[in-house]
């Protein structure tokens, strides 16, 4: 079945320890990006990925970071997470720039305290 | 900065009544996409709209992407308690048409 994983779906952490949500795509998607949301503001882009060690910044990069060492994963890495970035995260997928169809994870809900 | 503008935020209709959302960009769009997020799930591409003045449809959506391809509609007829859900428009804001900028979605309650 083609489908986007993550995980954790649900993580409450504490301020300033490191975590890493996995996304994981099993169809061959060039294209991978990660989005938050958040009530009343929408999906915002955090990065995306053009192809394998190819990223840039979305909308919101300010606290994450991204690596694509392989072109199935694209993990969300928090440094030092702050209150502020408690959030709902999705993984999106789509085969190319050019054909746009997001394909969206489950998601992960964030609480950081 | 740019962005893609969408109203009304929220909607509440009685089953089997009309139901539009519009969405406006600030800049010329390439495409258009229309996604649908059910209460605690994630998005799902509905459709893609590329040409000035498209008109889609699927079952009792109707998309609509303007002339200026600066705006676009998702009209749904004889709405159902199935049709619950946020509706968002997205599109790419960037001339490399790398990143996709989201509305703030439509909430649509429909009341049986």
């Known amino acids: 079945e083609a489908q986007v994983t993550q995980n954790p779906r649900y993580l409450i952490t504490v301020t300033g320890k490191k975590l890493t949500v996995t996304c994981s795509q099993n169809m061959n998607h060039e294209y991978m990006s990660w989005y938050r949301q958040d009530p009343g503001l929408g999906l915002r882009q955090i990065y995306y990925?053009?192809?394998?060690?190819?990223?840039d910044k979305g909308d919101v990069p300010e606290g994450y970071k991204v690596s694509r060492k392989e072109k199935r994963n694209f993990p969300l890495i928090l440094e030092s997470p702050s209150p502020n970035q408690t959030s709902l995260y999705f993984c999106?997928?789509?085969?190319?720039?050019?054909?746009?169809?997001?394909?969206f994870g489950p998601g992960t809900r964030l609480t950081v305290l | 900065g740019q962005q893609v503008m969408q109203i009304p935020q929220y909607q509440h209709v009685q089953e089997g009544e009309d139901f539009t959302t519009y969405c406006n960009s600030s800049t010329t769009l390439s495409n258009i996409q229309w996604y649908k997020q059910r209460p605690g799930g994630h998005p799902v591409f509905l459709i893609q709209l590329v040409k000035s003045g498209e008109v889609k449809k699927q079952k009792r959506l109707t998309f609509q992407f303007g002339e200026a391809k600066k705006n676009s509609s998702l009209h749904i007829t004889a709405t159902q308690t199935t049709d619950v859900g946020t509706y968002f428009c997205a599109g790419p804001m960037n001339s490399g048409y790398s990143t996709l900028t989201f509305g703030k979605g439509t909430m649509l309650l429909v009341s049986p």
């Open positions: 999106a997928s789509s085969l190319s720039r050019q054909y746009n169809e997001q394909f």
């Open positions: 990925s053009m192809n394998v060690e190819v990223t």
